[in-house]
């Protein structure tokens, strides 16, 4: 069975720092882009971040450039993200979604891990 | 950025009607949308790709259509589990965005 499963998160003070991991299984890993994608509570998606397969290639979005930072582990078959500097804002559930090598949808999500960014 | 706006922000209809439901871009996008549904406390799940391509194990109630700035989705007849959010998607610059997205409620 193709599955994603996030970790990691938990509740953190602002400015702290907190590491999101993604074990993926059931598919090759190595041979797939991903996407790190957040949902605030009550609000819409937020694409966050992307890797490519062999992590050569990354971006970010604005809201997070310069903060967080995306890495894998292909021998591991693991995504992470790696979140610094937190804010308020950066609170919400955080997904790792597959991106189709075809056309960049994203076909497989994790059920998410939640971050709480409060003092 | 292309900014992708959705309406109706909800959509109340009884099981067995049709649902239609619309996003327009700021700028065209082509045919390269998507559309996802999202169940509360579940992750989302691809729907249509490139505007009008069912998902694998999509039913066939789900179409898309559309090209350029204006995008639908129609939902032939409700079921039950049909009841959710619905987002639509689209990558350019290596930017992914997403509409704000519409509840469709049981009314």
């Known amino acids: 069975e193709v599955q994603l499963v996030e970790s990691g998160g938990g509740l953190v003070q602002p400015g702290g720092s907190l590491r999101l991991s993604c074990a993926a299984s059931?598919?090759?890993?190595?041979?797939?882009?991903m996407n790190w994608v957040r949902q605030a509570p009550g609000k819409g998606l937020e694409w966050v971040s992307y890797?490519?397969?062999?992590?050569?290639?990354?971006y970010y979005a604005d809201s997070v450039k310069g903060r967080f930072t995306i890495s894998r582990d292909n021998a591991k078959n693991s995504l992470y993200l790696q979140m610094n500097s937190l804010r308020a804002e950066d609170t919400a559930v955080y997904y790792c979604a597959r991106v189709r090598r075809e056309d960049y949808y994203m076909d497989v999500w994790g059920k998410g891990t939640t971050v709480t960014v409060s003092s | 950025e292309i900014v992708l706006t959705q309406s109706p922000a909800t959509l109340s209809l009884s099981p067995g009607e049709r649902a239609t439901l619309s996003c327009r871009a700021s700028q065209s996008v082509s045919s390269y949308l998507a559309w996802y549904q999202q169940k509360p406390g579940q992750a989302p799940r691809l729907l249509i790709y490139d505007a009008s391509n069912r998902a694998t194990g999509i039913p066939a109630r789900f179409s898309g259509s559309g090209s350029g700035t204006d995008f639908t989705l129609t939902i032939s007849s409700l079921e039950p589990e049909d009841f959710a959010v619905y987002y639509c998607q689209q990558r350019s610059n290596w930017r992914w965005t997403f509409g704000q997205g519409t509840k469709v409620e049981i009314k």
């Open positions: 890797i490519s397969s062999s992590g050569s290639t990354i």
């Open positions: 059931g598919f090759t890993f190595s041979s797939y882009e």
